[in-house]
């Protein structure tokens, strides 16, 4: 990911789409972890200062966690803040590494492709469209739906790294880059 630092390609149609979609999961982040900390604090303190706990606070608390995980997980691939061990990619020739980067995002792109595909088919299961959460009157599929969205958002993420990593490549190749 360093070259595609180095090297800034052209902006396209998918980078941009890439980048606003990345600002509005920072927001949408944001707010979940501010309703989040805030259902948090009132839930103790209803239940430990004035003993008279709020039975729906522990539920909601979970599914905001789920939803905060899943959007900062399309963050990390959006930043490729994943952890990876990298001694051997780093010693390979900028084409093979430029063939194990691509590789990687297409394993990864795959990845979120068949959890995108089958993650809307159980959203939009009988299963799941007809039931209510236990404690907060909301379907199921509006608070799963996070599953496929952050999938959406990585297969955005991941074909937006590797155009720019095939596009720095074809840059340096020409000797366009420095």
């Known amino acids: 990911m ?5 090297i800034q390609p ?4 998918i ?23 805030f259902n948090m604090i009132v839930a103790v303190m209803f239940r430990y200062v004035l003993n008279h706990p ?7 608390s979970l599914y905001l966690f789920c939803w905060i995980t899943f959007l900062g997980a399309s963050l990390g691939v959006k930043r490729a803040d994943m952890a990876a061990v990298t001694f ?8 093979f590494r430029l ?3 691509i590789f990687i995002h297409l394993c990864t792109l795959l990845f979120a492709a068949v959890i995108g595909y089958y993650s809307i088919l159980w959203v939009k299961s009988p299963s799941v469209v007809n039931q209510l959460s236990a404690t907060i009157p909301i379907n199921l599929w509006i608070l799963y739906s996070v599953v496929p969205i952050s999938m959406l958002c990585i297969i955005v993420f991941t074909i937006d790294h590797i ?11 020409r000797g366009d880059a420095k």
């Open 163 to 173: 155009n720019k990593l095939v596009s720095a490549y074809i840059l340096r190749a």
């Open 99 to 101: 063939i194990t980067d």
């Open 88 to 95: 051997l990619i780093d010693r390979l020739s900028p084409k």
């Open 54 to 60: 709020i039975f729906w606070a522990d539920e909601l």
């Open 10 to 13: 052209k902006p396209n149609i």
């Open 15 to 37: 980078s941009t789409i890439a980048n606003i979609i990345d600002r509005l999961l920072i927001w949408v982040s944001v707010a979940i972890g501010v309703v989040l900390t």
């Open 2 to 6: 360093e070259e595609i630092q180095q």
